[in-house]
């Protein structure tokens, strides 16, 4: 082919980049396009944290591709009337992109697919984002995987992929391009967001340096350490691997190669643990592609029987962190503060609104969205779903979480939660996690009492679920 457009989606990236090496390898030249679809990232809930993630990563995407004499075409609007309207423009044969497993962004791929094909040009997408998609990893009976366990053994015996050989000055030339280009909203990085992005690094550039740094200094000690907060110990890989800002297959081979260099067993099955979050990931992308109804209800049609609390007031606290539970408000209170919350918190919040409060999982689950930088519907989904016990690798439902022995177990000095609630950063250290035992404490710092008590809310949430069980809905 001589002239081929890549589409930049969740990819933003040059190397390790699938469709893009394709493109590399056979079109004579390659026209480099991002579209701004403001209105399918509304639609999807993407935070303000995560827009200027994405931002922030096309600028360094635009950087990098002009260092190699290109220019990043970026255009505003829906992509099936964007790209066709630069086929024409540029005489592009074909557009090439790597494939999302969203349902929305399968619609729009259709939507793409046919508004080119009906104008005569080519359209291929590509696997990229993930090593096994949707129907590669199925059961002996050819069926989707529902639990995790049975599908981290398949995905391990499939064998790992090297990295694709990306945008390659060799295999693609030059051009200056004539058509019109936008820019991004300037008003994504203001300079709280800009404060936000630093912490995980700009760009490609940004996510390898992070993935170099974890894998030089902490995944060794990642299995040990990665269940406390107050501990920088997991990977903050989580905004770059939504938005392809670092290859999966790059950080599978850095991987390889610091287990392969490791000197212990203590060290190698700290490699393998990362290893399997990053299937945890696969897994929940394949569940959302092969059960997209997740995204509406719950994966179990028992529990869509819920009568769940609409208590607005129980919401609100939750949402700022005035519980007056220590390790939720401190959680609570980071999330809205930084964009990002450690996995441990994640799961004690999602077990506490649901679980304590009571509240629908999916109120939840849309405010994660409205302020995480990571925020990816198939993880958010899943975590959620599992914690709220809906789901289908879920917890049990009669898995409840204490959120004192939580912040006791997982913080136990009770670094995180001085460091997130000021009212507790000089309590002593055996009523950080339970300040209502002295009620001068509360008096004095005005931190709140608990909206609930956990002892009888568990009780609650037992019978809530057990009823819903017993009335059995089906889908
Ligand atoms: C209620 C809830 C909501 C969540 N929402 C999201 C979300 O919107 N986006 C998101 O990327 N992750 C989500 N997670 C999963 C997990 O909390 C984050 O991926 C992780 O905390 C990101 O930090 P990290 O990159 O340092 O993780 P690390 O521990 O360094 O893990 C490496 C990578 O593995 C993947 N990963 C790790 N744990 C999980 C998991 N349980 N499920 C899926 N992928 C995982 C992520 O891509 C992560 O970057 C959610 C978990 C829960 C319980």
């Known amino acids: 082919m001589k002239r081929v457009i890549h589409w930049f989606r969740r990819d933003l990236r040059l190397s390790d ?78 557009v090439f992109c790597n494939k999302c497993y969203e349902p929305e962004e399968k619609r729009v791929e259709g939507r793409v697919f046919a ?78 967001n800009s404060e936000l992005i630093s912490v ?25 350490v990665r269940d406390y907060p107050a501990v920088e110990g997991t990977s903050r890989l989580s905004p ?24 212990a067993p203590g060290q190698r099955k700290s490699c393998d643990v990362f290893l399997t979050e990053l299937i945890w990931r696969e897994f929940y992308n394949q569940i959302l592609a092969n059960f997209p109804h ?63 409060l009571l509240i629908n999982w999916q109120w939840g689950e849309r405010y994660f969205m409205q302020k995480l930088v990571d925020g990816d519907l198939a993880a958010n989904n899943g975590g959620w779903q599992w914690c709220a016990g809906t789901g289908t690798d879920a917890a049990p439902y009669f898995r409840i979480f204490n959120p004192v022995a939580q912040g006791k177990r997982f913080d136990p000095r009770g670094e995180f939660v001085r460091r997130w609630v000021p009212e507790l950063a000089s309590a002593p250290p055996e009523l950080v996690h339970e300040p209502w035992k002295d009620p001068s404490l509360l008096k004095r710092t005005g931190y709140p009492c608990r909206v609930v008590l956990h002892t009888e809310q568990r009780i609650r949430a037992l019978e809530l679920y057990k009823s819903a069980r017993s009335r059995k809905a089906a889908y």
């Open 200 to 224: 995980f690094g700009v760009g490609e550039q940004g996510g390898l340096a992070l993935l170099r740094k974890f894998m030089r200094d902490r995944v060794y000690e990642y299995a040990a």
């Open 17 to 94: 980049n699938t469709a893009l090496s394709a493109a590399s390898a056979r079109a004579e030249e390659v026209v480099p396009v991002y579209i701004f679809d403001e209105a399918a990232f509304r639609s999807a809930g993407c935070s303000n944290a995560a827009l200027a993630f994405m931002s922030s990563a096309v600028a360094a995407l635009k950087e990098s591709l002009r260092a190699r004499g290109y220019e990043l075409i970026i255009r505003r609007g829906a992509p099936e009337t964007e790209l066709v309207e630069l086929c024409k423009a540029l005489s592009a044969e074909a």
């Open 115 to 192: 508004a080119l094909n009906g104008a005569g040009f080519g359209f291929e997408s590509f696997k990229d984002s993930v090593v096994w998609e949707e129907q590669e990893i199925l059961t002996q009976a050819g069926k989707p995987f529902t639990v995790f366990t049975p599908y981290a053994k398949a995905w391990k015996a499939r064998g790992m992929p090297s990295p694709r050989p990306g945008f390659t000055r060799r295999c693609a030339r030059a051009r200056s391009v004539e058509v019109r280009s936008h820019e991004l909203p300037a008003e994504f990085l203001s300079p709280k």
């Open 240 to 263: 770059h691997l939504r938005w392809g800002t670092v290859g999966i297959r790059t950080v599978l081979a850095e991987l390889m190669r610091a287990r392969a260099e490791a000197d």
């Open 294 to 356: 997740v995204a509406q209800r719950s994966f179990r049609p028992e529990y869509e029987a819920i009568k769940w609390s609409e208590n607005r007031e129980h919401f609100q606290a939750w949402c700022w962190g005035m519980t007056g539970y220590p390790v939720v408000d401190a959680a609570m209170r980071c999330l809205n503060a930084t964009g990002w919350l450690h996995n441990r918190l994640r799961m004690i919040v999602a077990m506490f609104l649901t679980k304590d």
